[in-house]
């Protein structure tokens, strides 16, 4: 099963709304946690990364007044899209780090969520 | 240059070919290795991961590691129209948290 929540999967909204996307560890804790942004047909890219308590580092390009990134317990993470635009219309992809992950993997990722802004 | 190299594709092999799927990478502080296929519209999912030279086989799936010549392939046997799919390569550095992904390469296997 799942190891790691990602809601909503789909958000349709107006411009200008501000949008929160959860992401939650389920069985393990996560001590990092990357959110990626996929546009159609375009590879995956790293936004931030956020550790428990800490402020998140975001990558060169990435607009940290735009993208709030949450990280304040050791299971879940939040991403904020403020005053979302059409261009911020994209794929969002969560994934999680921490000890003792199962089957050799690096981290876990979410299911992703499909933000479309009208 | 860039940390990973892949060839987009698109990759077409007939059903029931190998297909062969290639990686480069430049920081020979890497060490560990991994394939992920992704499905339009969907996250990754991890397929193989590998640490050591040589190969790793997995069912279909075979990962193949050359440190020395920093390269790493994933070799998908008898291919199935289901493999069609992206395929990211991806690698961990020492005492790094942050897997760094490839762009990935497109698979479509002909039925």
């Known amino acids: 099963g799942a190891v790691v929540s990602q809601h909503p999967s789909w958000v349709i909204c107006k411009s200008g709304t501000s949008v929160k996307i959860e992401c939650r560890s389920l069985?393990?804790?996560?001590?990092?946690m990357f959110w990626y942004r996929q546009f159609p047909k375009q590879s995956l890219m790293l936004m931030a990364t956020s550790n428990e308590g800490s402020k998140a580092t975001y990558e060169q390009g990435v607009e940290k007044d735009k993208f709030l990134i949450n990280h304040a317990s050791l299971t879940l993470s939040t991403l904020t899209v403020t005053s979302a635009h059409p261009e911020d219309s994209s794929f969002y992809i969560c994934s999680a780090s921490g000890q003792r992950l199962r089957g050799g993997h690096p981290q876990h990722f979410g299911d992703g969520t499909r933000l479309s802004i009208l | 240059q860039k940390e990973v190299e892949q060839n987009s594709g698109p990759l077409s092999v007939p059903e029931g070919a190998i297909a062969s799927l290639n990686c480069t990478y430049s920081?020979?502080?890497?060490?560990?290795f991994f394939w992920y296929r992704q499905y339009s519209g969907k996250s990754p999912e991890l397929i193989m991961s590998?640490?050591?030279?040589g190969d790793k086989e997995d069912g279909r799936f075979t990962a193949q590691l050359n440190k020395a010549s920093q390269y790493v392939s994933l070799l998908i046997r008898d291919s199935q129209p289901s493999d069609s799919a992206t395929y990211l390569c991806?690698?961990?550095?020492?005492?790094?948290?942050?897997?760094?992904f490839g762009t990935g390469t497109k698979l479509q296997v002909i039925p």
């Open positions: 920081d020979r502080g890497s060490q560990s």
């Open positions: 991806a690698f961990l550095k020492r005492g790094y948290q942050k897997v760094t």
């Open positions: 590998i640490y050591s030279n």
């Open positions: 069985d393990f804790q996560a001590t990092t």
